[in-house]
């Protein structure tokens, strides 16, 4: 099975990568190994070839590169990143790869999906822990030399740009994934599907931690031998192994959540929760949960919900206990909707959705006024959706303007029904879900309460089981009061009910978007008539002719009020503004003719003259101002 891994790098020493593919290194410690006088160790076979530079010179090219564009300088940049496609080791073997083979894939691989860039290739085949697997290293520049042509799996236009980092995106990192599983395949090497998640996800760091810690356990199992000890743990288990042997030990007998918890809880000392429909574990060594998905698709909502529910049907007498007869009650009758006739669910409402836009007003549109270019496009396409919207009247036979307002009626009728509908299922089938909680929470606490029953000492036992005994109260009141004097649903009842709801649920949705999508587009249809028959446009004309004749007066008082008063404030700026000019322009006056600079005396002269004639104009113009003011309030004052 052939797999591909990515490292990204923030060594600045290219070279450093040059001496891991080339010598042999220890494989936890990632130090080289050395020989009897201290040198570095050749590897026994690899094979290296170098993209867009020598490889022998990878180091120092990737550094001219880097100084040529200022890039790769700080310490957090990635400076390289590195790949590793692992193949199977059944390949060498049963497909017959080899390693001059291996080297040519890697090669076409690197060619394809990384072009541009600075790139060493190499083949090794000792595998990893001598498994014997051969595997490619490729080791790219971050910094791409050469422009290359746009590729679909590329963020950004700049990233096929000289210049230019690498970016890994998901999306990039599916393509690569895909592009391992097609190479595969067209060599008839063993695969497996590297883009569905894994049911048990182990990491690089678990994968190293696991064998340091089994290696250590050796270690102690080893010299416990010696002493005469028999040792009782020959396995070691990181955290997450442990969860999963523990999870995997529970699921494959509770039939709930709750008695799943509560099982992990007293046998491993296990936190379960759910918490946003995320299921969480809390190893007894540990302060912060694990999610399911860090551990794999076998501990998640999806998979372990389908395992209680084969749990509980697998088991006799848990079923005799569910399916005992019932009255069944939900918001509606259960026996109802398992009968033949209830099932049948209603044909959502089918619509095709056509290519019909609304009409641009070009006398509110600012771009069209703008410019001539675009209006005239925009007539164009009017002129089309004229024609459209006439064609569209004609094809679904509307013989005058009230009927299709009463059709316009009916399909905003109709939209509201299915949205009522749809909210009303909705809350059916929420109903039914917090149903179906709280009586598998009484089924899993059934039996502490009857042992709480035949218990001889009831308040040793309850506090005891308080937590048990709480929960199975607070669901066994819950459903009284959601039968209303009628006896328990049974599971077998409320999850046909539920998939009935989600079925129903669904094709509501669909009925209603369809609907919707509908009444959307009638109302583009009565836009555009309105736009054709020109009521649109006059409409507007006598809202804003109503608008300006009902403005309130107080408000364009208070608006003169703030004209004026800004006005003033100019006035005395440019006052002020000249005056100091004027000053200036004197001193400079006096300066140049003591100096004797006729030139400049010249030039200050006229200077001091004009600024003195504007600050006279702008006193006059504020002092005119006031004394305006001043009249008007005295011949209001003598009127009065």
């Known amino acids: 099975m052939a797999v591909i891994k990515h490292i990204a790098s923030k060594n600045a020493d290219y070279g450093e ?45 990737c550094q001219e590169l880097n100084s040529y564009y200022h890039k790769n300088k700080n310490f957090n940049e990635i400076k390289s990143h590195h790949y590793i496609i692992s193949f199977d080791p059944k390949d060498r073997e049963e497909c017959g790869l080899t390693g001059e083979r291996a080297q040519q894939l890697g090669l076409t691989f690197a060619k394809k999906n990384f072009p541009g860039h600075q790139a060493l290739v190499c083949t090794h085949t000792d595998g990893h822990n001598e498994s014997g697997n051969i595997h ?5 520049n971050s910094l791409r030399k050469y422009d290359v042509p746009q590729e679909p799996y590329m963020e950004f236009d700049c990233e096929s740009k000289a210049g230019y980092k690498h970016h890994l995106s998901t999306a990039y990192l599916a393509h690569l994934k895909q592009d391992v599983m097609d190479m595969c395949q067209k060599e008839g090497l063993h695969q497996v599907d590297l883009l569905s998640p894994a049911e048990r996800k182990i990491t690089e760091k678990e994968y190293w931690a696991q064998r340091r810690g089994q290696e250590k356990l050796d270690k102690l199992n080893q010299k416990m031998k010696e002493d005469g000890i028999t040792p009782k743990e020959t396995r070691y288990q990181t955290e997450k192994q442990f969860l999963r042997d523990a999870i995997d030990d529970v699921a494959s007998t509770a039939k709930s959540p709750e008695e799943f918890a509560k099982i992990l809880d007293e046998k491993y000392h296990i936190i379960f929760k759910i918490s946003r429909n995320r299921y ?22 999806d998979f372990l919900l389908q395992a209680f529910k084969e749990n509980s049907k697998s088991l006799s007498d848990r079923k005799m206990e569910i399916e005992e007869p019932q009255v069944p009650n939900t918001v509606k009758d259960l026996q109802t909707a398992l009968s033949p006739d209830a099932s049948d669910i209603p044909v959502p409402f089918i619509f095709i959705k056509s290519d019909l836009r609304l009409v641009i007003d070009l006398q509110t549109c600012i771009k069209a006024q703008q410019s001539e270019a675009y209006a005239q496009k925009v007539k164009l396409s009017n002129l089309k959706q004229m ?15 009230e009927d299709f307002h009463i059709a316009l009626d009916q399909a905003s009728n109709q939209t509201s029904a299915a949205r009522k509908s749809l909210k009303d299922t909705e809350q059916q089938l929420k109903d039914v879900n917090e149903q179906i909680h709280f009586t598998g929470q009484y089924l899993a606490y059934k039996n502490v309460y009857a042992d709480y029953r035949k218990s001889l000492n009831k308040d040793k036992f309850y506090e005891e089981h308080r937590a048990e005994l709480s929960l199975y109260d607070t669901a066994l009141r819950t459903l009284k009061e959601k039968s209303v004097g009628n006896k328990l649903p049974s599971m077998k009842a409320l999850y046909a009910e539920k998939d009935r709801l989600i079925e129903l649920r669904d094709t509501q949705r669909e009925d209603f978007s369809n609907h919707r999508d509908y009444e959307r587009e009638l109302r583009t249809v009565s836009a555009n008539i309105d736009m054709i028959l020109g009521k649109s446009y006059e409409q507007e004309q006598q809202i804003e002719k109503n608008r300006i004749y009902k403005f309130p007066v107080f408000m364009l008082s208070k608006k003169r009020y703030y004209i004026k008063k800004r006005r003033r404030y100019i006035q005395m700026k440019a006052h002020k503004y000249w005056s100091l000019g004027a000053l200036a322009a004197m001193i ?5 003719g003591y100096k004797n600079m006729k030139s400049a005396h010249k030039y200050f002269a006229c200077s001091s003259l004009l600024c003195m004639i504007m600050a006279i104009y702008s ?8 004394s305006r003011k001043k009249k008007d309030s005295t011949s209001e004052e003598s009127a009065e």
Request: proline share 3%; hydrophobic share 30%; net charge negative.
């Open 17 to 61: 990568s040059e001496r891991y593919l080339i010598f042999q290194h220890n494989e936890y410690t990632q130090k080289p190994i050395l020989d009897d006088e201290g040198h570095m160790i050749l590897r026994d076979e690899y094979y290296l070839d170098g993209l867009n530079c020598d490889p022998f010179t990878f180091a120092s090219e």
């Open 387 to 401: 024609a459209q919207t006439v064609a569209y009247i004609q094809e679904h036979g509307y013989d005058s303007l």
């Open 136 to 140: 490619v290293h490729i080791v790219i």
């Open 619 to 626: 006193g006059h113009k504020m002092i005119s101002g006031k």
């Open 588 to 592: 400079g006056t006096f300066y140049t």
């Open 280 to 301: 969480s574990y809390l190893h007894p060594s540990r302060k912060k949960y694990i999610t399911g998905r860090n551990l794999g698709t076998r501990y998640e909502e």
